[in-house]
């Protein structure tokens, strides 16, 4: 069973007839000048500018989530759920870039301050607060353990939990432990909502022990559970970083978190019809989410290219019921892009 848990075949939502040759049609977005100049004229947004669904009211932006000004123009108050994956401040890729940069330390938890400030200010009394963070072991394990420090400073917030989502495929050497792993800070504002039943999965039991006695006789865990199966707890080991042979993969977008993660937290941390926010929309995960699940998002990025994929993410869904494009481009109008990606 702990095999098949970690299967290839039973993680990834491969399409039929997915041949391994398939590669994704447009490159890292945040690396390529060439093509992002060619992509901006096709953006529907420019900086300061909001899109408001007239389907279900969800709103996309290209604001900056350090300025309140911004903040204020896409939302004022009654957030139940921020979801945010800001920048880790962790060269990706081996390649430091406008969207993914690493600066100085000072500089970037002043940076995540701002932001964390504005987000306290717009949402609702009771609210709940995720934040997607990495650790550099290469560099003292920042910013993880300077950001949680850092949270010690808003007294509005009041930590819950550290969450760990275990990635199928990771990096490493030779030299050390792969690195499969993913951390997501959990914390409350008030006494908001906390759906348990979202906490149940489809992940087998796979481990056996917490012995007890009940009615004279000896039994462990597996024997006095109801389920077959086990909450997800604070090691998520169910859910697949996306790649191109997933359908929710949108190219480009680099670093993407998975839908799976996010409507989970959705349903976790808010009911139907309440308002949910993410400053960092970058490939839309949490548009989609809540599109699925009945929530309206407010969500924008600094970038319009990604603010662009936003929206057309949300169309190409509710067009396809696709909600992603997998190893196909965003940007079919651009036509083939060999040249461009050579």
């Known amino acids: 069973m702990l095999l098949k848990l970690f299967d290839d075949e039973l993680l990834l939502k491969k399409e039929p007839n997915a041949s391994s040759n398939h590669k994704e049609e447009i490159c890292r977005l945040d690396l390529d000048s060439e093509l992002r100049g060619k992509i901006l004229p096709f953006c529907r947004l420019k900086y300061g500018e909001v899109w408001e669904d007239k389907e279900k009211g969800h709103r996309i932006g290209v604001l900056d989530a350090t300025k309140l000004d911004d903040v204020k123009k896409i939302v004022d108050s009654g957030v139940k759920l921020v979801i945010n994956d800001p920048p880790y401040n962790i060269v990706v890729g081996n390649a430091n870039t406008n969207n993914l940069s690493k600066i100085e330390l000072h500089k970037y938890l002043e940076f995540s301050r701002e932001w964390i400030c504005n987000a306290i200010a717009m949402t609702d009394s009771d609210a709940t607060f995720y934040i997607w963070i990495g650790a550099d072991y290469r560099n003292d394990f920042q910013p993880l353990a300077d950001l949680i420090i850092l949270l010690r ?35 409350t504002k008030g006494n908001p909502v906390f759906n348990v039943e979202a906490e149940y999965t489809d992940i087998p039991k796979i481990l ?71 400053f960092f929309s970058h490939a839309g995960t949490t548009l989609i989410a809540g599109e699925k699940l009945n929530r309206k998002v407010y969500t924008f990025d600094i970038d319009p290219i990604f603010a662009e994929i936003t929206i057309r993410r949300l169309e190409h869904y509710r067009r396809t019921g696709k909600t992603g494009w997998q190893w196909n481009n965003p940007f079919p109008e651009l036509g083939v892009l060999t040249e461009i990606n050579a």
């Open 153 to 187: 400073q808003f007294k509005q917030l009041k930590p819950k939990n550290l969450i760990t989502v275990r990635n199928q495929r990771g990096y490493g050497t030779q030299k050390n432990w792969m690195w499969v792993r993913q951390e997501l800070l959990h914390y």
């Open 208 to 278: 056996r022990g917490y012995y007890k006695t009940v009615n004279g006789q000896l039994t462990e865990n597996l024997e006095r559970s109801k389920s077959e199966y086990i909450r997800a707890g604070n090691v998520w080991v169910d859910i697949q970083q996306v790649f191109y042979r997933m359908e929710e993969n949108v190219p480009g977008c680099y670093a993407q978190k998975p839908l799976k993660a996010i409507e989970r937290l959705i349903l976790a941390g808010s009911t139907e019809g309440e308002l949910v926010a993410d």
